[in-house]
């Protein structure tokens, strides 16, 4: 396998990334369905979604207890270094598959209402969770469960749409979501407010393959009907072979972002 650069005359002319700080949502139902298509798909997640930096998973510290909320098939929780670490999803599928994974202490929870006791937390974790919450909620449970100086991180993986201009485009094929501007910061509500920012860049290395199963962790992908689903793969197939020239056996560098926030009560 080699590494294959697309050659820049084939970049598309086409509209500039998205100016947004969070996802745009018709209604709080359209958000809890695109939600909601996560209850499929953890296996393939689990293999392509990438893990977090060093640098974010610092943030969180290393002593105490530790609860990884949304935490998916644990890409973030299986690097906390804390004593006792717990995690809870409410998808049913992704916490199997982390439990399979970590064996550590994992149930079926949202953020606004995690079934833990008053107080009994030192650090929460929220790795591409934060988004799909309702803030005012979620923050009010964050303070009943949290102690008394207790942190929140707040974490995202965004593919860099910046770094080159293909890769904008890609990420328009697999709905990838271009949500989240670079600098942007989370909305909060009482009593939390950002006290650290880690913000970096780094590098996926995929397959061909690989990069089909990205796109098919994606939530539109999720949700979508068998046709649509078919013209996302060959709209895909079409951009990486025919329009940028990637051989089969080639490796697709991705960039990425990482944006991390340190949170903490006012």
């Keep these: 396998m080699s590494t294959h650069h697309p050659d820049p005359s084939h970049y598309p002319s086409y509209r500039k990334p998205s100016s947004a700080t969070a996802p745009r949502f018709h209604s709080t139902d359209a958000r809890d369905t695109s939600a909601r298509a996560f209850s499929t798909g953890a296996s393939t997640y689990h293999d392509v979604r990438p893990g977090y930096p060093d640098e974010v998973v610092a943030l969180a510290g290393n002593t105490g207890t530790v609860v990884d909320i949304g935490a998916g098939t644990g890409k973030?929780?299986?690097?906390?270094?804390?004593?006792?670490?717990?995690?809870?999803?409410?998808?049913?599928?992704?916490?199997?598959?982390?439990?399979?994974?970590?064996?550590?202490?994992?149930?079926?929870?949202?953020?606004?209402?995690?079934?833990?006791?008053?107080?009994?937390?030192?650090?929460?974790?929220?790795?591409?969770?934060?988004?799909?919450?309702?803030?005012?909620?979620?923050?009010?449970?964050?303070?009943?469960?949290?102690?008394p100086g207790g942190t929140v991180v707040l974490a995202w993986n965004t593919i860099d749409v910046e770094a080159d201009p293909w890769i904008l485009r890609l990420t328009r094929i697999m709905h990838s979501g271009d949500i989240l501007r670079a600098g942007f910061t989370p909305k909060l509500a009482t009593p939390w407010q950002i006290d650290e920012e880690v913000r970096t860049h780094w590098v996926q290395r995929l397959t061909i393959p690989e990069v089909h199963q990205l796109m098919h962790t994606r939530s539109y992908w999720l949700r979508s009907k068998a046709a649509i689903r078919e013209r996302m793969t060959a709209n895909l197939n079409w951009y990486l072979h025919e329009h940028l020239g990637f051989a089969a056996d080639d490796i697709v560098e991705i960039t990425y972002r990482s944006d991390a926030f340190l949170v903490r009560r006012a």
């Design 76 to 147: 973030l929780t299986q690097a906390l270094p804390h004593p006792h670490v717990l995690a809870c999803d409410p998808s049913a599928d992704m916490a199997r598959q982390l439990h399979q994974n970590l064996r550590i202490p994992t149930w079926r929870a949202t953020a606004e209402n995690t079934a833990l006791s008053d107080a009994s937390i030192d650090t929460i974790t929220c790795a591409q969770t934060w988004h799909w919450v309702d803030v005012e909620a979620a923050s009010a449970e964050f303070d009943r469960i949290l102690r």
